[in-house]
């Protein structure tokens, strides 16, 4: 079965630092476009970062210089390491994928989630 999976989430006081993962399993042929996105409490989900195969990186302007995303393509895993948490990153962290399964093309495939929380 298909499944993208984070983990890393936790709960930290500001200016200090996470790191994600996310990785794929199931009948993956091959992994385009990998992000990660979060909804922060009571607001909209917003795209924190996007990584192309080819790891050319796309940031949010409110995360650029404090995160960083990176992926390896062999173990379908994408990461995202965040230093110099502030408050305002608090919220549910998603990533999403381009994947070839099997004979399947599916343009936007999600996660779960994991909660990040940073306190003042």
């Known amino acids: 079965q298909l499944q993208l999976a984070e983990s890393g989430g936790g709960l930290v006081q500001a200016g200090e630092s996470l790191r994600l993962s996310c990785t794929g399993s199931?009948?993956?042929?091959?992994?385009?476009?990998m992000g990660w996105h979060r909804q922060p409490p009571g607001k909209q989900r917003e795209m924190v970062a996007i990584?192309?195969?080819?790891?050319?990186?796309t940031y949010a302007d409110s995360v650029k210089g404090r995160f960083t995303i990176s992926r390896d393509n062999a173990k379908n895993t994408v990461y995202l390491q965040m230093n110099s948490l502030k408050p305002e990153d608090t919220g549910v962290y998603s990533c999403?994928?381009?994947?070839?399964?099997?004979?399947?093309?599916?343009?936007?495939?999600w996660g779960q989630g994991t909660q990040v929380t940073v306190s003042s």
């Open positions: 999403s994928a381009a994947i070839t399964c099997g004979t399947y093309y599916i343009d936007d495939y």
């Open positions: 199931g009948n993956i042929v091959s992994i385009g476009n």
């Open positions: 990584m192309t195969r080819g790891s050319r990186a």
